[in-house]
């Protein structure tokens, strides 16, 4: 419970959050300060992050696993499930692997 004074008067209220379960499976691999993970969510083609303390490291990264950096795409999970999947994630509450 929790209390709130509103014009002089006490009252209580019960703050109820909404049960969210998301599910995500992730494989790390570091390379140096480099970053490299994949990642599994229900409903989508595995997604293959890499992260690095500079836009060089991340560059270079690509070009260890043999990747074009004019094919990268820079956006987060959420729009990756929008704009290529149609699923909105702030719209599922249950979101788990079958």
Not at 29 to 57: A, H
Request: proline share 3%; aromatic share 14%; hydrophobic share 40%.
């Amino acid at each position: 419970m929790k209390e709130f004074i509103v014009g002089g008067k006490r009252l209580e209220a019960k703050i109820i959050f909404p049960k969210i379960i998301k599910e995500k499976k992730r494989k790390t691999y570091v390379l140096g300060d480099i970053t490299f993970d994949i990642d599994f969510w229900p409903k989508i083609p595995m997604v293959f992050e890499i992260e690095g303390s500079s836009e060089e490291k991340v560059r270079e990264g690509a070009k260890l696993v043999g990747l074009d950096w004019k094919d990268a795409v820079f956006v987060d999970q959420a729009r990756v499930h929008k704009n290529y999947y149609g699923i909105d994630l702030f719209e599922i509450t249950d979101y788990r692997f079958e």
